[in-house]
């Protein structure tokens, strides 16, 4: 996001401010009955645009063991919408790099609607955007030119760059006892050893003491969010699952090319979209293939799943987490199902007990009424939905669940901005020394 929005020809960046589509073409309601149309761009329109909930999750870190699993669910994590209030009595000078982009936005929409402590808001970026100002609840914000320097100023700088920049700065922001505290939402430092690969809600006090966090894959994060309960209760032992990701996971340019590409076809402009972004055309169609292939014949994608699952949850280097990464022609928030099998028996009363308890988690899972998680529901809120539950039938000890959540939210900004929070909690982020 950050090297296209930076970095691209204003003649190739393309007009996003208004999602239209023409009426539908005698020839195009030939090919799509008009439930099917309304139904795709209905979902386009709906998951574009929105106000995050207010229903979000707050906790404090836990200290039981992250690799054996207990019989409880930890009892100091508790649900608020304002928590970072009570968070410190002094305020914060925060960065944001890369705030133009579609996850930098929800950074910023996320320190705003939780009160973050914030003292000062400075955003950072190229020399194409210096001087833009910026709306938010801090005021209006003009954008700096990025430096090294700049960036050390502040007391906690959030990166929604690509890989290359954060590993090109990260560290240089954060080096010695006056650089800031840095939140990497790239994948430039996750398997590095000794810097924490954090979901706040699992292993938050992992942060403690470091000045460089990195942020999970969203797929990983929402699927966690999940799976993270029934752990702590049945002792997970092996986990399949399989995704179904929204066009968003590609950044803007992917929701650009669906909805124009949705456009085309259903004007009738053409039979088959075009495709430049994803693999093969979205629109109608999914893809089996995000990112590329590895020698093992599974996507790095997915390989990312089974690589942060273990790191974040504390598990041993060969834990057996197997997945199946699947682009689907949806605007925003990603899906996935879930075969979890546990060294205990499973019990599904306990199971629907769990989560309805544990933080950042929205149980829809009454089917009498047709309700379960969707990204039509999932998409804007804070809480990643989890319905579907029931006990598998193909192994022992196994569940099988469907999970929703907003990647750019849960799987992203947010969490970001929860690992902030209890840095400052457990005393690792806090301002700076007037010097």
């Known amino acids: 996001i ?25 020839k195009s309601k030939m090919k799509f009955n ?25 906790f404090t870190s836990h200290r039981q063991s992250l690799a054996r699993p207990s019989a409880r669910l930890p009892t100091n994590i508790q649900h608020t919408s304002r928590s970072a209030t009570t968070l410190s009595m002094s305020t914060l000078k925060v960065g944001i790099v890369g705030a133009t982009g579609a996850v930098g936005k929800e950074i910023v929409g996320c320190l705003e609607k939780r009160d973050f402590p914030v003292d000062s808001l400075r955003i950072f970026g ?26 050390r100023e502040c007391d906690v700088v959030f990166l929604a760059v690509d890989g290359d920049f954060s590993l090109a700065h990260a560290e240089n ?22 810097i924490p690969l954090v979901v706040p809600e699992i292993n938050a006090e992992a942060t403690k003491g470091k000045k460089l966090i990195a942020n999970p894959n969203c797929t990983t994060a929402i699927g966690l969010m999940a799976v993270w309960p029934l752990h702590k209760l ?12 929204a066009a968003s996971g590609a950044g803007q340019p992917g929701m650009d090319e669906l909805k124009e590409g949705t456009r085309a076809v259903l004007s009738g402009e053409r039979d088959v979209a075009e495709n430049k972004i994803f693999a093969h055309p979205l629109p109608f169609n999914v893809i089996p293939h995000i990112d590329k292939f590895m020698e093992n014949g599974y996507t790095k994608e997915e390989m990312k799943v089974t690589w942060e699952t273990r790191k974040i949850c504390g598990l041993a280097d060969d834990f057996p987490v197997s997945c199946t990464a699947v682009r689907i022609p949806t605007a925003r928030a990603h899906s996935e199902s879930i075969v979890a099998l546990f060294e205990n028996p499973v019990d599904v009363a306990a199971a629907r007990k769990a989560l ?41 000890n196994a ?37």
């Open 173 to 194: 922001i954060c080096a010695g006892d006056d650089g800031a505290v840095v939140i990497d939402n790239s994948s430039a430092f996750r398997y590095k050893e000794g």
């Open 234 to 245: 049945f002792g997970l032992s092996k986990m399949i699952m399989s995704t179904y990701q």
């Open 34 to 58: 008009s439930a099917a149309a309304l139904l795709a761009v209905g979902s386009l329109a709906t998951t574009y645009g929105f106000t995050p909930s207010s229903s979000v999750s707050s």
């Open 399 to 435: 569940l099988e669940f469907f999970v929703c959540g907003d990647q750019l939210l849960r799987g992203a900004a947010l969490n970001a901005v929860l690992v902030a929070e209890a840095m400052v909690k457990n005393g690792s982020l806090k301002a700076k020394k007037a010097t």
């Open 2 to 26: 950050f090297r296209r929005s930076f970095l691209a020809p204003k003649a190739q960046r393309k007009n996003t401010s208004k999602w239209s589509f023409p009426s539908i073409s005698k």
């Open 126 to 151: 190229s020399e194409r955007s210096a001087g833009k100002e910026v709306d938010t609840k801090f005021g209006k914000v003009k954008v700096e030119l990025f430096s090294e320097d700049a960036a």
């Open 356 to 396: 309805e308890e544990a933080p950042g988690v929205k149980l829809v899972d009454d089917v009498d009424n047709m309700k379960y998680p969707m990204p039509l529901t999932a998409t804007g809120q804070y809480d990643i939905e989890v319905g579907r539950l029931r006990e598998n039938i193909a192994f022992d």
